[in-house]
Nanobody
Framework: AVHLVESGGGSVQAGGSLRLSCELS????????MGWYRQAPGKEREAVAG???????GYEESVRGRFTISKDNAKNIWYLQMNTLRPEDTAMYFC???????????????????WGQGTQVTVSS
């Protein structure tokens, strides 16, 4: 079975930074795409960042320039470095994986196949 486990969430003041991690296990494909989604209370789930197997990246407009998605190529672990956090970044963050292009799914509004359980990020003003 495929498992994605997030870590690194927490509480931070506006302007601060956090780094989320996601570890993937049980995935049978050697190449996959990865990403991060978030959902705030009362709001729809939205894609935040995506990283394709060829290195292509995509970001939601409000996080571009502040968030960076990256991967440890030696391990099935990827990260979301979040800088200059804002109160509106407060949400449950989910890591996702799929064999399909994450950047394409972000632009088309498709839903990745595999999800982690989520980690809470709270940014206070």
């Amino acid at each position: 079975a495929v498992h994605l486990v997030e870590s690194g969430g927490g509480s931070v003041q506006a302007g601060g930074s956090l780094r989320l991690s996601c570890e993937l296990s049980g995935f049978t494909y050697s190449r996959y795409c990865m990403g991060w989604y978030r959902q705030a209370p009362g709001k729809e789930r939205e894609a935040v960042a995506g990283l394709d197997w060829d290195g292509s990246t995509g970001y939601e407009e409000s996080v571009r320039g502040r968030f960076t998605i990256s991967k440890d190529n030696a391990k099935n672990i990827w990260y979301l470095q979040m800088n200059t956090l804002r109160p509106e970044d407060t949400a449950m963050y989910f890591c996702v994986a799929d064999v399909r292009s994450m950047t394409a799914m972000m632009s088309m509004g498709d839903t990745p196949d595999y999800w982690g359980q989520g980690t809470q990020v709270t940014v206070s003003s």
